[in-house]
């Protein structure tokens, strides 16, 4: 099993965080590729705001990729097998390797911005896809440690991308196509590992109806003498659907059945969206600047940011078949309010007192850890255990879409909330946090230990009314 998680999560978000990691080193580099590229080309110089605008298409037609991947992630999943739509995400991640290697020595920016798509696409693919497989194969009892793989290969793939962006690795401007085109090495190894572990049983069962391949999967992923209590749970779940095809996106939104379960996964990915973890991000630089660190050694310190949204997804996924999930993600909005409530006086104070920007900084550190231990790990695991096997797919494409969309958003809007209210930002962030703990509290169930059947009943009344 944890082979399997690995080898899954290696080439899926681990690619998501990687790719959303890398291109912030070499901004300057790629500023002087696109002037020298122009100057060639058009025989003048770049007008700065098209170097702008430019500069903000390479960034951001990732996310737009992103979308387009969590839109087709599903049905991928559906026709070709969870493994299968996971190793045919490969192909997308080598080709975009290629196109933006090749984009230095040709002078050709579009290949870069094409390249920067369809890794957006692979991973979109990825974040769609990899909860989806690991929630089906994974036992009751450990399946949310387990589903926890997606926050940490994804958090994994941020250090990992913070760490390979230093200048004495791959930072460097010579080193520029190296860096950009390294997302096809988690492609490789994923294409090697990958077609050794079984397809997803449930898959296999529910919508193949092959009994005999989904045994021999459950005996590959559970053990010959354990693996019998689960294929109970799916025989039961597939009589429990009688033959029902999986749903399009479209249909869940018509289906009384998982109206709750709908709303809740959309406000839980918004709200991790924007949590203000973003936020905190642009603000650290010029926390840790307060704090007396030198600037050549910030991109350092932020390593510590990567270290601690690591230890904390690996924390999480310690403690969440322990703890349980309600408490985990509360507590995480809970304390990122208090911690938004504490930037917010602190960074009004900033210069009244020499010991106040070490408070921010402390802030900023805390609230990155209480992410992680709540929304920024718990989000994907109740995705995928909130649905019954026929409309699973259909809810992550419905939460990549939101996620991604919203990503877009906060991307956009960031800026211009900075601009107009300053540090006083964190008090829209703060709010939205307190109103999601308040959601969850009150509608969410506690999953632990449930089957996917046991945790439809529980949405059962929500649905249907008290007398149903």
Known sequence: LFLAVCAVGIGG???????????????????????ETWSSRYHKELNPNLLTFLWS????VFSLGGLCGALIGGSMAIRLG????????????????????IS???????LLIAGRFLIGINSGIGFCVQPLYIGEFAPK????????????????????????????????????????????VPALAQLLFLPWFPESPRYLLIDRGDELSCAKALKRFHGSSEYRREMEDIQRECFALDGEKPKKPWQLFTDRGVRWQLITVIVMTMGQQLSGINAIYFYATYVFEQAG???????YVTLGTGICECLTALSCGLLIDHVGRRCLIIGGYVLMTLWCTVLTFSLTYQELYSWVPYMSMTCVFAFILSFGMGPGGITNTLTAELFVQSSRPAAHMIAGTVSWISFFTIGM????????LQQYCFVVFLLECFFVAAFIFLIIPETKNKSFLEIKKEFHKLNFGRNA
């Open 13 to 35: 978000t681990f690619q998501y965080g990687y790719n959303v990691s890398i291109i912030n080193a070499p901004t300057q580099h790629i500023h002087k590729f696109l002037n």
């Open 82 to 101: 969870r493994k299968g739509a996971l190793l045919m995400n490969n192909v997308i991640a080598i080709l975009a390797s290629i196109l933006m290697g």
């Open 413 to 420: 809007l960031f800026p211009f909330i900075v601009n107009g």
């Open 141 to 184: 009892h450990l399946r949310g440690g387990l589903a926890m793989g997606t926050s940490i290969f994804l958090t994994g793939g941020i250090l990992t991308g913070q760490i390979i962006g230093l200048r004495e690795l791959l930072g460097g401007e010579k080193h520029l196509p190296l860096l950009l085109s390294s997302s096809c």
């Open 293 to 299: 660190i030198l600037a050549e050694k910030i991109p």
């Open 104 to 110: 230095f020595p040709t002078g050709l920016f579009e």
């Open 57 to 60: 298409v390479i960034a951001s």
